[in-house]
């Protein structure tokens, strides 16, 4: 009588199962003793194999330790460890060799021809290794073209500049006379320092391959320099044959002329020895000796290891041939295998999965909401266990979702719709007010005195104030109205069918509602708030644009106090235009795309150029010429002010010193942000910028508006103070249209007032004008501080201001800004 099956498939599945894996293991325990007589016969020949490889991996490792520490001695030669690193390195992989020659498995495969080669090429690489560092140890060695500078041309050059300075000298004692020949013995040194200073670079840029694209350029301007050395040498030599020239300067430039022939001469060497393959010594060794030796060793190791994986496959063939037996036994079990598996796939369908596919259909339903279909009933317990799940998980489903969707749509604290439900509002209003030519209001929120109010009362206060603000909004609007927390403590309102005039009567609303005090905790709560409003369709086209101009609208409200503000557009700094400019600043800054002009200041007691003011100019390639005030705005917007600043102070610093150093002491006068005197850090930054031009402090003025010192005046004052014992001059820009005070004018460390120009250009035209000038010329010089009127614009002008006993005018009269090569030129017609 045959055991009845059991009533769980569970039971029935293990029981083939169990079945299947014994008749596994059995053929496992087959193949394992086949198997591991053919592992016993391959073993001692994969141990010797195994000790091959170690041994040639230790050569190789030790091959590139050699190399490394050979490549850093290379990169600095003061290092002897390097080198003493490289050749034991060399030396360890040469003991290795050995070892490898003598290696059984080496003997037994009559590989030994091949180890004994190995140890050649090492050795020989060490040798190329040793002349390699003793070529890098000698500069001269190393460069030929070194020694040539060096024995050749360091000579003549020496012999030029005494020659030069002999001739000089001798001139300058005659000045009254040959002053036109001293100018020219000035411009041959300053032509024979261009060309060293050149040739110097050259040199260095060749050494160090830098940039060897310029070095045809740098040869050519060698050569012309020496070009016009040579033809100035010549006709002083013709006017000293002719008796024009001292008898000291007559022989120095004699002498000069052969110098700088033969340096002429070193220099061709050196072009001929940088033209050649041989520049650099240890180049040519590496390439022929060291790299050779590196690729020979690299294929005997090659060859080595590819005799050793030839011998593996020849071990794995006859493991192979063993494992043949029993795959042909394990096909013969998997046809076995498939008989069962296909025996349990048709009970399966039959028991299983035909009725996960009911449950499956009836979950595609529940997921397109579609009516519930009844499921079912089976025999087995395992479905019908599933099923009876499957009903109760959707039971659960539908009340899930329900709570999930309030979630996702309403804010936990207040109940009201969170910004996600409050933008897909808005975006179905804009849709319908497309549709039904209607318009749309939009007001942003936001609480004045909330963050006081949680920091001081606690976040739960804050919590139950938020919670008693939605309500009263919630109350107070119209039920086709939506009001939503954005946030924080920021609030969103959605005005179906209401014009722009309208949306001030809301807000109004809203302030009456919270002006009503809110009672927490027996106190009495007035927290305040500011509304932006932006309406549809004049300040957006979509829900983005209308919630970002809402927002715009309550800070200009927040900013001027005002309980409401609607959005426009001249108040939005943050226009795609103006985000495009502030990305274009900071890369012209990156780029050194800006540049400066001056404007000379005239001394009027003297009639000459006293100095210059520095002046930002950017030209956009898109939107032209930026104006200043615009740019420094953009700088201050965006963080930039003190990089910005900076840049010109450098920039200015540059040109100032060359035209001091050229005999031309111009003061310099350059404009300051209110954001840079509030850097503690901004005086240090002058006194090094000051320092690495070597400019003295007292020719540097820095201009600062009214404004900028009246505001945060301890803060200002430190700077200031600063700035003053540096010995720099401070100067106070646009005078009289600020609201300084005298007494803190006083106090201020100030050398010079700079008049406004609305006052100076309208002097002619306004007597009162005419009298502020001079009375502040006097109330300047009294206090004791200098006078720069700027805005001068016609003769008539300066006249007047020379009358009125001002120090410094300031104009286009005299000049508009101007380049430094332009500047140049009107400061030598001067």
């Known amino acids: 009588m045959p055991l009845p099956l059991p009533n769980s498939l569970r039971a029935r599945y293990l029981a083939l199962i169990l079945t299947l894996c014994l008749a596994l293991v059995a053929v496992g325990i087959w193949g394992h003793r086949a198997l591991s007589d053919a592992s016993v016969r391959s073993s001692t020949q994969l141990q010797a194999r195994q000790d091959v490889r170690k041994t040639a991996l230790e050569v190789r490792v030790a091959l590139f ?24 390195t060399l030396n360890n992989a040469i003991v290795d060799s050995d070892r490898l020659l003598s290696a059984a498995w080496i003997v037994d495969h009559d590989e030994q021809a091949t180890a004994r080669e190995l140890k050649l090429a090492l050795v020989s690489l060490g040798t190329a290794i040793s002349q390699l560092a003793e070529s890098r140890v000698d500069p001269n060695r190393q460069y030929p073209s070194m020694a040539v500078s060096a024995q050749v041309m360091q000579p003549n050059r020496y012999r030029f500049a005494q020659a030069i300075a002999l001739a000089i000298a001798e001139t300058r004692e005659e000045q009254d006379r040959n002053s036109v020949l001293l100018d020219e ?41 020496r070009d016009v050395l040579d033809a100035q040498l010549a006709e002083l030599q013709t006017v000293g044959q002719t008796g024009g020239l001292g008898l000291q300067t007559t022989l120095a430039v004699d002498d000069m002329r052969r110098a700088l022939q033969g340096w002429a001469q070193g220099f061709h060497q050196v072009r001929a020895i940088h033209a050649s393959q041989d520049w650099r010594a240890d180049t040519k060794l590496i390439k022929t000796l060291v790299e050779p030796r590196l690729t020979e060793i690299t294929r005997l190791l090659g060859d080595v290891e590819s005799a050793i994986a030839d011998a593996a496959a ?91 969707v309030h979630e996702a749509t309403h804010d936990a604290l207040t ?110 709560l007035y927290p305040g708030a500011s509304i932006g409003i932006a309406c549809y369709p004049d300040d957006g086209p979509d829900s ?83 104006p200043p005030d615009q740019l420094v705005a953009l700088a201050e917007h965006t963080g930039l002010i003190g990089a910005l600043t900076y840049w010109v102070l450098d920039q200015a610093l540059t040109v100032a010193a060359r035209w001091h150093h050229q005999g031309t002491p111009l003061n310099l006068a350059i404009n300051l942000s209110v954001h840079n005197l509030r850097d503690r850090k901004f005086p240090r930054q002058i006194r090094d910028c000051l320092a690495s031009h070597r400019f003295p402090p007292e020719a540097l003025t820095l201009e600062i508006t009214e404004h900028a010192m009246m505001s945060n005046r301890s803060e200002v004052m430190e700077v200031l103070k600063e700035l003053d014992v540096m010995g720099v001059r401070l100067s106070v820009d646009d005078f009289g249209t600020g609201f300084s005070s005298l007494a803190y004018l006083k106090q201020l460390p100030v050398d010079e007032l700079k008049i406004d120009k609305s006052f100076v250009m309208r002097m002619h035209h306004n007597p009162n004008d005419e009298v502020i000038v001079r009375s502040t010329i006097d109330l300047a010089h009294n206090l004791g501080l200098s006078v720069v009127a700027e805005g001068v614009e016609s003769h008539d002008c300066l006249d007047r201001l020379r009358d009125f006993g001002c120090d410094t ?14 500047l140049n030129d009107w400061l030598a017609s001067r």
């Open 65 to 88: 330790d050699s190399y490394q520490a050979l490549d850093r001695f290379l990169l600095d030669p003061a290092r002897v460890e390097y080198r003493e690193r490289a050749l034991a």
């Open 314 to 404: 020849s071990d794995m063939a006859q493991v192979n041939r063993s494992t043949r037996v029993l795959t042909h036994l394990t096909w013969v079990l998997g046809g076995i295998a498939l008989v069962f598996v296909a025996l349990i796939v048709i009970s399966l369908d039959q028991m299983v999965f035909r009725p996960i596919g009911l449950v499956a259909d009836a979950l595609k339903a529940e997921a397109f909401g579609k009516q519930e279909s009844p499921l079912p009933k089976v025999t087995y317990q395992e479905a019908q266990d599933l099923i009876d799940a499957f009903s109760e998980m959707r039971k659960q489903v539908h009340h899930r979702q329900a709570a999930l």
């Open 544 to 626: 983005s644009a209308l919630i970002q101009r809402a927002d715009v609208a309550m800070y200009v409200a927040k900013d001027k106090q005002q309980r409401y503000a609607l959005y426009e557009s001249c108040q939005d700094d943050y226009s795609v235009g103006r985000l495009a400019l502030m990305g274009d600043l900071r890369s012209a800054l990156a780029n050194n795309k800006l540049n400066l002009h001056f404007q000379p200041k005239l001394d009027l007691a003297t009639g000459t150029p006293s100095g210059v003011e520095a002046l930002l100019r950017w030209t956009h390639p898109d939107f032209g010429k930026i």
């Open 415 to 524: 109940g009201l719709p969170n910004r996600s439900l409050l933008q897909d509002r808005l975006d179905q209003a804009i849709g319908a007010a497309k549709r039904d030519q209607r318009p749309v209001a939009f007001l942003v929120m936001d609480l004045d005195r909330f963050k006081d109010i949680n920091d001081t009362l606690g976040h739960a206060v804050g919590d139950q104030l938020l919670t008693e603000i939605g309500a009263r909004l919630r109350d107070t609007l119209r039920d086709a109205d939506t009001i939503a927390r954005m946030g924080g403590d920021e609030f969103g309102v959605l005005l179906l069918n209401t014009h722009r005039d309208g949306t001030p009567l809301v807000a109004k609303k809203i302030h009456n509602v919270l002006a009503e005090p809110f009672l927490i905790n027996q106190m009495r």
């Open 185 to 225: 013995l000035q411009d041959l040194r300053h032509r024979w320092s261009e060309m060293i200073s050149t040739y110097r670079m050259y040199l260095a840029n060749r050494m160090g391959s830098f940039d060897e694209d310029s070095l045809p350029g740098q040869e050519e301007t060698i050569e012309t320099i």
């Open 809 to 822: 005018a300031q104009g286009f009269h005299m000049s508009p800004p101007l380049p430094e090569d332009e």
